[in-house]
């Protein structure tokens, strides 16, 4: 005979009590917020596969949607679990909205920070400017090329946001001594474009790409087609000098007609020019 509950009907032997609901409560609760601290910092691991980061991304984004919505799986009281998601954790998945990213991460990515943005409302919009500031604040060509991605992926999700750091002094004027470089890298010039593409929905921003970098997007569309200088045109990413790829020069191009129009439709602006890395 099977000694009492090993049958695995432990809730019919009287000399187990049940468990409280308190005690469910919390057993609930700590594992909600493990499990989001859990993908959290699985995404911050170093070397994972897109699809171990789509996954990650994906299953993080379903928790804050439906502990949003009051899933009744959620129902108990737990601490909103956006709450647990701290500077580090939003950095990193910025940082899979990157342009060298594959599209499948940059999606997930942008889902993510969509749901995430929805609901910490001030507080995510500091982190995320700050983010911005920062990157642009290092200047490196590494760091450039996050900042635009970020700001051409969100932009359509928060736009007053986005065109608040876009307007923000010195930054739209500072954009043409960057692409004038005589050394320039390959991937900061689309990134670049990318972003301009996509600020063109905001009629601020639009007129600043007029006034500010008509000159320098003239430039890029009338340039005869070179070879690079340095590096291979195999490589991801090279320094060149005074050479713009095709992709980049009709880039430019789709942006000079949509500051030259100034009216058109916001949802083709988005996706008209957009290229892959």
């Known amino acids: 005979m099977d000694p009492p509950g090993a049958s695995g009907d432990k809730g019919l032997d009287p000399s187990i009590p049940p468990p409280a609901e308190a005690e469910v409560a919390q057993s609930q609760k700590v594992s909600l917020e493990d499990e989001t601290v859990l993908l959290l910092a699985g995404l911050m691991e170093a070397g994972l596969d897109d699809e171990d980061i789509c996954k990650g991304l ?47 991460v940059r999606g997930y990515a942008t889902v993510a920070m969509s749901e995430y943005l929805k609901l910490s ?11 911005f500031f920062s990157k642009v604040g290092r200047a490196t060509y590494d760091d450039f090329i996050v900042a635009f991605s970020v700001a051409a992926s969100i932009f359509p999700v928060v736009p007053d946001t986005i065109a608040t750091l876009f307007l923000s002094e010195g930054f739209v004027v500072g954009l043409g001594p960057l692409m004038k470089r005589k050394w320039k890298s390959k991937k900061v010039e689309q990134a670049a474009l990318e972003m301009l593409n996509v600020a063109c929905m905001n009629t601020p921003c639009r007129e600043a790409i007029k006034k500010y970098c008509t000159e320098w997007l003239e430039e890029i569309v009338n340039a005869e087609p070179g070879h690079s200088e340095m590096g291979s045109s195999s490589a991801p990413d090279t320094i060149q000098k005074l050479v713009h790829s095709e992709k980049v020069r009709t880039l430019a191009a789709v942006v000079l007609a949509k500051i030259q129009v100034g009216e058109s439709t916001p949802s083709l602006w988005i996706n008209c020019g957009r290229f892959k890395a």
Do not use: C, W
């Open 58 to 104: 994906r299953a993080f984004t379903k928790l804050l949607a439906e502990d949003a919505a009051v899933n009744p799986k959620f129902q108990n009281p737990h601490i909103p679990l956006y709450r647990l998601v701290d500077a580090d954790s939003v950095d990193t998945i910025l940082g899979f909205l990157d342009m060298r990213q594959s599209p499948s």
């Open 121 to 131: 409302g001030d507080t995510g919009v500091g982190q995320l400017s700050d983010f």
